[in-house]
């Protein structure tokens, strides 16, 4: 089961890996969205990390989209608001 979790992408037990370049970070409402670097060819797709402490625990949740775009300064943008949207929908249920 745990190969499936790690093929899928687990939700909150999905760990960033080490090497991920963070494009930028962003807090909103006591989480840290960070926007990373995930290379498509030539272009930039959109990928971000949601976390939060929980009960002195940090909780990462992990996400992908199929958007791609050729600015950095985009597909940043694009992730804080990705994120904003993940968080405004699931809040702390996205780590249950």
Do not use: C, H, W
């Not at 745990?2 to 909103?28: H, I, M, N, Q, R």
């Amino acid at each position: 089961m745990s190969f499936l979790k790690k093929l899928f992408g687990g939700g909150s037990d999905a760990k960033a890996p080490a090497g991920d370049k963070v494009l930028g970070e962003e807090s909103y409402k006591d989480f840290l969205i960070k926007a990373i670097e995930m290379r498509a060819g030539s272009e930039y797709q959109l990928a971000g990390i949601i976390e939060k402490d929980i009960a002195g625990e940090r909780k990462t949740y992990r996400y992908i989209r199929a958007d791609r775009m050729s600015s950095v300064d985009d597909v940043v943008a694009l992730a804080f608001s990705k994120g904003r949207q993940i968080i405004d929908e699931q809040g702390n249920s996205l780590f249950s």
